[in-house]
């Protein structure tokens, strides 16, 4: 079967007699990947009145349609259960095409900034955990996943095509393809053992704004912000020195021209660009979404968009709080985006290195959120990262007793005389449990770090902790009156919370004081 496939993927020509009056989309190529068990447009441009038949080689139907007055033509075809490879054949009087070695199976869109730009051989100096074992074993996959990489410049006004095709992912493709993408993909494909098509289309550095015209951002933001905030969005201009930041100039390169063309979904790994945003990024996130699903006809939110929080790093000073904060409020995107799903990554920092090294890691828990949510395929992991459900302070603290949803996930703020000079949290999807293996044989907490606690004062200060199944206990009898913690609230923290099945805890905090 392998072999098959690397004979196939090397000989593999679009045959083609086009003219310029006749193009097929560049999105449709050899080596690409059709969203199995539905109803899949096919389009391109040609001379008006120009009649075109697509006839795949998956049966015997052909499908047939006319080039509008502007020269568009669009035939909608009826894909098959995942397999391949097959041919599909598009012809009319002004020319053909063949499109060989095409797939059917799942595809997903992947994008966002660098963290998902980052290659599988990893950056300059800027390694990649399972680099090397992944590019080897590429070969193992090529009959399962293709990629298309898009590349388009930024533009200001919304183009008809792009100039990327799809690509067998052999070692060499696979090392220049999007980790998180990829390792994605494989999971995927290795869970459902069916072909995984990728389309990624990431720009390190870019802003979200560019991903979204101007009346979708109005909806989000508009009146919601300050003034000067929403005239700073659309005042920003494109430079060419710069990743994109206007309004609209992804949008109008790489999501316009491939609107429509069926996928099962959406990945999204993007943040710290706008990482000071910290009051309404899931307002642009939740606009971005509905932007892409409204582009797809997507009125049902049937289309998953499952995204990833920003990691750890020193961001110039890593005792500021800003990037807990944006966690805080990305998380909270989950409330008012419907079937979206969050990858963590908190524990996945690596300091000095803001492309962090760990993506396989991002990779199996949007993968996991795929397989449990979209494909309703019981892992035994669950569907969700842990969170604490409950925080229960001393009887002597003054706290609130009440219940706060500050990021995605609420939180019961209660008090007991039971557990004098300590704070116990109590998590939800935690079942295998916190804490270190040792612990677990002598049934004693073992040491976790990144948690700090406050008085009235509202001064944090760093206190022990301790965890044991799915709790965790903190000392605060140096505090006199500990009304609030917080986890891992910095831009870079010592937070070494995860799971026995290795879903680290985000940041977090039971406090509503001012940002």
């Known amino acids: 079967m392998l072999v098959i496939a690397a004979v196939v993927s090397a000989k593999a020509q679009t045959t083609t007699t086009e003219e310029p009056s006749f193009k097929v989309a560049s999105i449709f190529s050899d080596h690409m990947v059709f969203q199995r068990d539905t109803i899949a447009p096919v389009w391109g441009w040609a001379k008006a009145g120009t009649k075109v ?27 098959p259960a995942a397999g391949g490879p097959y041919t599909v054949a598009i012809s009319s009087k002004a020319g053909k095409a063949v499109l060989e070695d095409v797939l059917s199976g799942e595809v997903w869109l992947c994008s966002g900034q660098s963290n998902m730009t980052m290659p599988v051989k990893g950056l300059p100096s800027q390694k990649l955990a399972g680099a090397q074992e992944a590019i080897l074993e590429a070969p193992l996959f090529m009959d399962k996943i293709r990629v298309i990489t898009i590349s388009s410049d930024k533009k200001f006004e919304p183009q008809e095509d792009i100039a990327d095709k799809w690509e067998v992912a052999d070692g060499e493709v696979t090392a220049r393809t999007s980790a998180v993408a990829y390792f ?40 919601k912000i300050s003034d000067q905030d929403y005239q700073t969005i659309l005042d920003r201009r494109e430079d060419p020195s710069l990743p994109p930041i206007q309004v609209a100039t992804m949008y109008n390169s790489r999501m316009y021209p491939i609107q429509g063309f069926t996928l ?101 828990q949007l993968a996991q959120l795929a397989l449990e949510r979209t494909y309703s395929k019981k892992t035994g992991l669950g569907c969700s990262f842990p969170y604490p459900s409950e925080v229960t302070f001393p009887a002597n603290s003054s706290v609130e007793q009440k219940s706060i949803r500050q990021s995605g996930f609420t939180v019961k703020l209660t008090k007991s005389e039971s557990e004098e000079g300590k704070i116990v949290i109590t998590l939800d999807n935690a079942e295998a449990g916190v804490g270190g293996f040792v612990c677990m ?13 406050a008085g009235p004062d509202k001064v944090f200060h760093p206190v022990k902790a301790a965890a044991l199944y799915s709790k965790i206990y903190i000392d605060c009898s140096e505090i006199a009156d500990p009304v609030a913690v917080r986890y891992g609230f910095k831009n870079c923290s010592d937070a070494d919370v995860v799971t026995m099945l290795g879903m680290p805890l985000p940041s977090f905090r039971t406090d509503d004081w001012a940002k």
């Open 53 to 79: 038949t697509v006839a795949p080689s998956w049966g015997k139907a052909k499908y047939t349609c006319t080039a509008d007055d502007s020269g568009r033509w669009c035939v909608n075809v009826d894909t």
């Open 264 to 364: 099962k979904g959406f990945v999204w790994f993007q943040g710290c660009g706008n990482m000071y945003n910290i009051t309404f990024y899931d307002k642009l996130q939740q606009q971005m979404v509905q932007c892409w699903r409204d582009m797809w006809h997507d009125s049902t939110d049937r289309m998953p968009f499952y995204f990833v929080s920003i990691t750890p790093f020193d961001y110039l000073d890593r005792e500021d709080p800003v990037r807990a904060y944006f966690v805080e409020n990305l998380l909270s995107s989950l409330d008012i985006i419907p079937n979206s799903g969050a990858a963590v990554t908190e524990t996945l920092g690596e300091g000095s290195y803001i492309h962090f090294s760990r993506k396989k890691e991002v990779a199996w």
């Open 441 to 453: 044989l002598k049934d004693e907490p073992a040491p976790v770090h990144g948690f700090e606690v």
């Open 184 to 223: 994605f993909a494989r999971q995927l494909s290795i869970s459902l053992g069916i072909p995984i098509g990728i389309i990624e289309s990431s720009w390190g550095g870019c802003l979200i704004e560019p991903w979204m015209p101007q009346e979708y951002i109005d909806r989000g933001v508009k009146g």
